[in-house]
Nanobody
Framework: VQLQASGGGLVQAGGSLRLSCTAS????????MGWFRQAPGKEREFVAA????????HYADSVKGRFAISRDNAKNTMYLQMNSLKPEDTAVYYC????????????????WGQGTQVTVSS
C-alpha cells in the first residue's frame, strides 16, 4: 500500500492543523494506522494510532487531549487533528500502516508515507 501525507505547514503556537494520509494500492481497512514524527536530530517517535475499524485509538502522553486521530475507510484516508500546538510539536510527521494493534515502534509498521513538515512558531 502507498501512503501520501499532506496538510502540514507553518502555524503559531496555540493554533491548529489537520493532517491527512491517503492510501492507495491496497485494502486500507485491513491496516491499523499510525502517525509518527521526527524532529531534527531526534529519533522518530510515536504520536497516535487508530485501529482498523476506527473504534479504538491511543496516543503518546505528549499529545493526549490536544491531538485526535481518526479514519474514514470509505475514503481510504486517516486524519490527525492537532490543536493547541506548541513549538515542541515541530517535526516532520509521517503516517504508517501495519498489522499490529497498539504498535508504537516504527519497526512495527510495514508501510510509510513520505512525511509532511509541521512548524510551530512561538
Amino acid at each position: 500500500v502507498q501512503l501520501q501525507a499532506s496538510g502540514g505547514g507553518l502555524v503559531q503556537a496555540g493554533g491548529s492543523l489537520r493532517l491527512s494520509c491517503t492510501a492507495s494500492g491496497g485494502t486500507f481497512r485491513n491496516y491499523h494506522m499510525g502517525w509518527f514524527r521526527q524532529a531534527p536530530g531526534k529519533e522518530r517517535e510515536f504520536v497516535a494510532a487508530v485501529r482498523r475499524s476506527g473504534s479504538n485509538t491511543h496516543y503518546a502522553d505528549s499529545v493526549k487531549g490536544r491531538f485526535a486521530i481518526s479514519r474514514d475507510n470509505a475514503k481510504n484516508t486517516m486524519y490527525l487533528q492537532m490543536n493547541s500546538l506548541k513549538p515542541e510539536d515541530t517535526a516532520v510527521y509521517y503516517c504508517a500502516a501495519g498489522q499490529s494493534w497498539w504498535a508504537s515502534k516504527p519497526v512495527e509498521y510495514n508501510y510509510w508515507g513520505q512525511g509532511t513538515q509541521v512548524t510551530v512558531s512561538s
